[in-house]
């Protein structure tokens, strides 16, 4: 048993005291957590915890005004319209919002997603010129367009009115498209440039219902679908993110999608107690499988079906898609592992074969990613080119070291922390090179070690009831919102156990201060060999439900030997 990689603790520096004053309504914990999240006053900690950062303007977007007279347009006059997606969970989510909210409206709609396997990510010009041929006369996309101008010139020539939505950083020129809706390009004003694509579509979808005033139709009721997108894409959880998401974990909450209830059946949860870290874990993943392994429009006919009769087989099959994707991923980065080792490059891992699905590539360099804190990546070699997903830390961002590489790349994309790339295999070794480049310039005289944040230290006689229920106030939380974790030292050890699958995770009690509390620590069933007698501990406190009984327990974080 030792520390996990080596992560170095950091505990937050200690609140002043004029701060502890400010927020003395709170509990101890309470305060100092809310300060490290830069909530200094009592205003500001309790609008905070009230989730009341505003809910934006759509027409502050630039372009949003061309794009919904367009839209309206198409649907007073009976114009074919198609949504064309991602085949992620904002992408499937962001298609399912729209053609919802568009059929509602009573236009004439239908989705369009892209394969993964014969198309790869984004707009193609095939799939432009099917849409035409179908008497296609404006396309939106969601989740993707804004790196694709050649494919927006190719719309233009073929009379198609192209509405790009998307939330990814645009690099070169802008598209040419009918309108561009994007917050990150120039000259854009809208507040939020964190909102997911999910998100962008709920703002499109906003401005068009105020269009046809219809008492009976609340854009609001489409929230569900942007906490399910807004989560899964792991952007920031901060302000106006935060709120929708929030607002529309209240909408799952109610049960009124029968595609999120019968897949929270298949997960082994309860729909009326979905959190964003389920979202995070069991129903995004399980979302996710059909695009990696098949096809996403099972997702989106799971999201989008009406009744239970409907959604159940299709949850199902997701389910089993995404125990195939679990088996596949462990095998595959297996022999990722063995690949990068034989480059013996220290600062970036990356592996590429034709064994591997190109559905899981990116899964794969999260693994090599979350077990060496290195950025990581990992292709499928096809004939002639090799499609690789990458995966990185907050030091390295590989969507900026990828721009400085873009002359050898058919296409890349991304953001800071994961990026794809399509190179001719002609190229790829030169592509390596380079980026090892990059990686020792940026990389090379840092101490590249994990850090594990903690929020203050705690005695056991803290973790009460009342806490918890201040901490529920923090959720959602997730990207740039993180759980509260806390530090108890010198905490006793007793009844040590693994227990699930194979011994994989590990359960034990605990005693401090008089007061003895179980804990549980996920995938560190070893660490019950050689167990301290006594350990420095770091958790997230939180209510556990088993068989209809609750008990507060503590969800390890890291662990160690207590030099008191």
Known sequence: MGELLN??????????????????????????????RGFDTRESAEGFMRADSPIYDPDLLLDMDKAVRRLSVAIENGEKIAIYGDYDVDGVTATSLLVEVIRELGGEVQEYIPNRFDEGYGLNFEALESLAGLGVNVVVTVDCGIRSPDEAKHALKMGLDLIISDHHHPRGDT?????????KQAGDDYPNKDISGVGLAYKIGQALVAQFPDPSIAIESWLDLVA????????PLTGENRVLVRKGLENIHFGKRPGIIALANMAGIRFQEITSTDIGFKLGPRLNASGRLESAIASFNLLTSRNLETAAPIAMRLDELNRDRQKMTLISQE????????????????????????????????????????????????????????????????TNALDECADLLVRHGGHAMAAGFTVRNENLEILMQKLFSIAERDLG????????????????????????????????????????????????????????????????????????????????????????????????????????????????????????
């Not at 505990?11 to 003395?24: F, H, M, Q, W, Y």
């Not at 598209?175 to 917050?183: H, L, M, R, S, T």
């Not at 592992?337 to 990356?350: D, P, V």
Request: glycine residues 6%; neutral net charge.
């Open 7 to 36: 992560r170095k603790w950091i505990l937050a520096e200690i609140l002043p005291k004029n701060v502890d004053r400010e927020l003395i309504s709170f509990p101890v914990p309470i305060r100092q957590v809310l300060y490290n």
């Open 175 to 183: 598209p040419d498209g009918y309108a561009v809706i994007c917050p």
């Open 228 to 235: 399910l997108g807004t989560v899964a894409d792991v952007v």
């Open 335 to 398: 022999i990722a592992e063995t690949i990068s080792k034989k480059s013996e490059h220290e600062l970036i891992y990356f592996a590429s074969s034709g064994e591997f699905n190109e559905g899981i590539v990116g899964l794969i360099a999260s693994k090599l990613t979350e077990a060496h804190y290195r950025p990581s990546i990992v292709g499928r070699t096809g004939e002639e080119t090799t499609r690789a997903s990458c995966r990185s830390i907050p030091e390295f961002h590989i």
């Open 445 to 564: 005289e840092l101490d590249l070690n994990p850090r594990l944040i903690i929020d203050c230290e705690v005695s056991f006689k803290n973790l009460k009831k009342d806490l918890l229920d201040h901490l529920n106030l923090l959720n959602p939380t997730g990207a740039r919102n993180p759980e509260a974790s806390f530090l108890t030292r010198n905490a006793l050890v007793s009844n040590v156990r693994q227990i699930g699958a194979e011994g994989k995770h590990l359960r034990m009690t605990l005693i401090e201060g008089g007061v003895t509390i179980n804990a549980i620590a996920f995938q560190k069933g070893e660490w019950a060999e050689n167990m301290p007698k006594r350990i420095d501990v770091v958790y997230r406190f939180e209510l556990n439900e088993y068989n209809g009984f609750q008990s507060l327990q503590l969800n390890v974080k890291d662990i160690r030997k207590s030099q008191a």
